[in-house]
């Protein structure tokens, strides 16, 4: 199945920001989310969980919008669901909500904070979101600390999702030492810039690591000629 994704517009300052789904998004765009979702819930009832992340191989793929747009279409079905942006070192998830990110997930962590103080209630209904705060000089250790698996152990009775947004995995190993939290990973596939390479050593790097593949989201395909300008994604479980 092949459909829309959101589209990138500039806004004033003429910055590129992705286009989130709404109740304005065209019908294609918020279905395309609507099926990867219902795959997604279909992968987590079978281990019976909740949370899961969304990576790619390497930066600039769509992650952090495909992240975003899951997390909205899992709160529109009345569902309280929380977004994490995991990606301690090039987060994006606060540009793309347009919050504030002096503080979040790495100041708890870190004990500098507590978690009320810095999680965004109700950004959009029934979605809370914890941006990843400061840029910390030890992002491995703190995502592998105590302190973060207990965290998550609090948010999984608060909360009937949980998506964390990770760094790529082709770039940093942080993504793959939340495996043991998760059900699973999403994996963002961009058209004319993730390889078959690149989909091999993902393949690879989660054998390796003993972590789960939910399924892939491409983005930024084309179906025929007539549609060869536009931007389309699928969903494909594994």
Same mark, same amino acid.
């Given at each position: 199945?092949?459909?829309?994704?959101? @589209? @990138?517009?500039?806004?004033?300052?003429?910055?590129?920001?992705?286009?989130?789904?709404?109740?304005?998004?065209?019908?294609?765009? %918020?279905?395309?989310?609507?099926?990867?979702?219902?795959?997604?819930?279909?992968?987590?009832? $079978?281990?019976?969980?909740?949370?899961?992340?969304?990576?790619?191989?390497?930066?600039?793929?769509?992650?952090?919008?495909?992240? $975003?747009?899951? $997390?909205?279409?899992?709160?529109?079905?009345?569902?309280? %669901?929380?977004?994490?942006? &995991?990606?301690?070192?090039?987060?994006?998830?606060?540009?793309?909500?347009?919050?504030?990110?002096?503080?979040?997930?790495?100041?708890?962590?870190?004990?500098?904070?507590?978690?009320?103080?810095?999680?965004?209630?109700? *950004?959009?209904?029934?979605?809370?979101i914890l941006p990843s705060g400061t840029i910390p000089p030890n992002p491995s250790e703190l995502l592998c600390s105590p302190?973060?698996?207990?965290?998550?152990?609090?948010?999984?009775?608060?909360?009937?999702?949980?998506?964390?947004?990770?760094?790529?995995?082709?770039?940093?190993?942080?993504?793959?030492?939340?495996?043991?939290?998760? $059900?699973?990973? *999403?994996?963002?596939?961009?058209?004319?810039?993730?390889?078959?390479?690149?989909?091999?050593?993902?393949?690879?790097?989660?054998?390796?690591?003993?972590?789960?593949?939910?399924?892939?989201?491409?983005?930024? &395909?084309?179906?025929?000629? @007539?549609?060869?300008?536009?931007?389309?994604?699928?969903?494909?479980?594994?």
């Amino acid at each position: 199945m092949k459909i829309k994704i959101g @589209k @990138k517009i500039k806004n004033n300052n003429a910055e590129m920001r992705t286009e989130t789904i709404s109740d304005k998004s065209k019908f294609a765009i %918020v279905e395309s989310y609507k099926s990867a979702r219902s795959n997604i819930m279909f992968s987590l009832s $079978a281990d019976d969980d909740k949370l899961f992340a969304v990576t790619s191989y390497s930066k600039g793929e769509g992650k952090s919008t495909v992240s $975003a747009n899951l $997390a909205i279409s899992f709160s529109k079905m009345e569902k309280k %669901v929380l977004l994490v942006d &995991c990606d301690l070192r090039r987060p994006n998830i606060h540009n793309i909500f347009k919050i504030e990110n002096q503080a979040g997930l790495s100041n708890v962590i870190g004990k500098m904070v507590e978690f009320e103080e810095v999680i965004h209630r109700n *950004v959009l209904p029934n979605l809370d979101i914890l941006p990843s705060g400061t840029i910390p000089p030890n992002p491995s250790e703190l995502l592998c600390s105590p302190k973060f698996t207990n965290l998550v152990k609090k948010l999984y009775e608060e909360y009937d999702y949980i998506i964390f947004d990770t760094p790529p995995i082709g770039v940093v190993a942080d993504a793959l030492l939340l495996k043991d939290l998760l $059900a699973g990973f *999403v994996v963002v596939l961009r058209e004319r810039s993730t390889t078959h390479g690149d989909v091999q050593n993902i393949m690879d790097s989660m054998k390796l690591a003993d972590a789960k593949i939910l399924g892939f989201v491409k983005v930024g &395909c084309t179906s025929n000629k @007539k549609r060869s300008r536009r931007g389309y994604y699928y969903y494909q479980y594994y």
